[in-house]
């Protein structure tokens, strides 16, 4: 019996002009296409349903599912409401979904209509039906946008999550959201400023105080991080921004994708909640900031760190800071975590390179022998499959060759001939999706092979020469050859070392 997949999708956007929930219209569209798939007599195997923008493929986790089902050659077709809950997004990832049905034979079904794409003038309706759904996205998202800056114009709250001190509600008699102060949570908000602005305190040990304090955020326990957005964010002052973090498509593994990116010339309006701290908290929290941040005192600042982005605490998981002491630049350097509270010990540069240098030499030597026994001579499994598949690949094709000779000898009649063709062209159809699927392993496995001999002579090379390698050098070698290293030491001096090499997977 054939087999279906039934797709179901829909946009958050929609919800900005209809007054159904998203969840009450995907129930809805669920039991109609389940009361048309029981009146048809289709075998629906699986039901993938999301809730995303048909605009970006590479953000829809559920239909890259269906695309790798489809791709398997075992399904009749796919049941959705209509064509544009597959795609709404550029021709290029609208032609991809089309190809992949295309090739292995998966028809669109819909309660209107059935479009199978091996026949030329249901591919042509489907494309035509592909760029007017394009055509209906750009019109709903110039509409939404042209909205959500109107509503941020007016003061409304934009965002998808109030910030700390806040809680988001709907406005009474009209669209759109604003912001209610949460008490407990102003108090400190206007702590952390005074602190910051008054008593001259960092965002670490700011973190570090409230976490001493036991006074829970809104995601575990505070940072850093979580202290700087607090501090440079003006929905404190009463006012709402727009346009801070855009997003931008970008192009990211050959499909389009979305990407927040910083904009510094964003706009500030007057919001229609309170202010938390005032004017003189934000001024006095600026001025310390422009205090602390000092501009580099050297045009150019050259790399001082050959582990800088690799070297890990093993204790708090934190990237370990390079540190060399102000008054003096003769004194050794040393790697100290930044972590308040981590009872890691500080540990002298040369020491850790020492370390690494020759935990990755014993790794280095216990792998090459690793490699050298695993290249013994030995079958393939992966190349005897695919001698296998070939050698049956080639039987059923000159099986075919002789039902056609049967059938002009009149030994087959047309019937015949008919019935036994297509039982010959389904096996073909397997065994040609089974070679291909072994020519991918055969590749993955080459790719790996490949990856193992560059790692080799990149790590020989950087303990042959390594004196001879500048700083920056150093550092670009080692990110080749290391997925990162973790260092610690105890209270008792002992120095534990780990190194992760970039292996492929």
Not at 285 to 291: D, S, Y
Not at 327 to 355: F, H, L, N
Not at 453 to 464: G, V
Request: one cysteine or more.
């Amino acid at each position: 019996m054939e087999r279906y997949l039934m797709y179901l999708r829909k946009s958050r956007m929609d919800t900005d002009f209809e007054e159904v929930s998203i969840a009450e219209t995907l129930s809805r569209h669920r039991t109609t296409l389940e009361k048309f798939c029981k009146s048809k007599r289709l075998n629906v195997v699986e039901v993938l349903e999301e809730v995303v923008s048909g605009e970006s493929l590479a953000a829809r986790p559920q239909m890259m599912r269906l695309l790798e089902l489809v791709s398997t050659g075992s399904y009749a077709g796919v049941v959705c409401m209509d064509i544009e809950r597959l795609s709404r997004g550029s021709s290029m990832e609208s032609g991809y979904i089309m190809q992949i049905l295309q090739v292995n034979g998966c028809k669109i079904v819909t309660p209107g209509k059935t479009y199978d794409l091996q026949n030329e003038s249901d591919e042509q309706f489907t494309d035509m039906k592909f760029m007017f759904s394009r055509y209906e996205l750009k019109t709903i998202t110039k509409r939404l946008v042209r909205g959500r800056n109107q509503s941020a114009s007016e003061g409304k709250f934009m965002g998808s999550m109030a910030p700390y001190g806040y809680r988001a509600y709907k406005l009474p008699g009209e669209k759109g959201n604003s912001l209610m102060i949460v008490p407990e949570e102003a108090k400190v908000v206007q702590m952390i400023f005074d602190m910051y602005g008054k008593q001259g305190i960092g965002y670490n040990t700011i973190a570090y105080k409230l976490n001493q304090m036991h006074i829970p955020s809104r995601v575990g326990e505070w940072g850093q991080t979580s202290i700087a957005n607090i501090i440079n964010n003006e929905v404190y002052l009463g006012k709402i921004r727009w346009r801070k973090e855009p997003v931008k498509r970008v192009v990211k593994d050959g499909m389009l994708a979305k990407k927040r990116v910083q904009n510094d010339d964003y706009e500030l309006y007057d919001g229609r909640h309170e202010a938390i701290i005032t004017e003189e908290q934000w001024a006095c929290a600026k001025a310390a900031q422009a205090k602390r941040n000092h501009p580099p005192t050297h045009k150019e600042r050259h790399l001082q760190n050959p582990f800088a982005s690799i070297l890990y605490c093993e204790k708090c998981g934190a990237i370990m800071k390079r540190k060399v002491p102000k008054k003096s630049r003769t004194c050794i350097p040393w790697y100290q975590c930044p972590t308040r509270g981590c009872d890691c010990k500080m540990i002298k540069c040369e020491t850790v390179e020492k370390a690494i240098r020759d935990a990755m030499e014993e790794w280095l030597n216990n792998y090459i022998i690793q490699i050298n026994s695993d290249q013994q001579p030995a079958e393939d499994p992966i190349a005897a499959a695919l001698t296998a598949v070939r050698g049956q690949l080639a039987g059923l094709q000159l099986q075919q060759e002789n039902i056609c000779e049967y059938l002009e000898k009149g030994i087959y009649t047309v019937e015949m001939f008919s019935k036994r063709n297509a039982s010959l062209a389904k096996e073909i159809k397997q065994l040609q999706t089974s070679e291909a699927d072994l020519l991918r392993q055969q590749s993955e496995g080459d790719e790996k092979k490949r990856t193992s001999s560059q790692l080799i002579p990149t790590a020989q090379h950087i303990l042959e020469h390594y004196s001879l390698l500048s700083v920056e050098e150093k550092n670009r070698l080692w990110k080749l050859v290391l997925k990162k290293a973790t260092v610690y030491r105890t209270q008792d001096d002992e120095l534990m070392i780990h190194i992760y090499p970039n292996l492929p997977q």
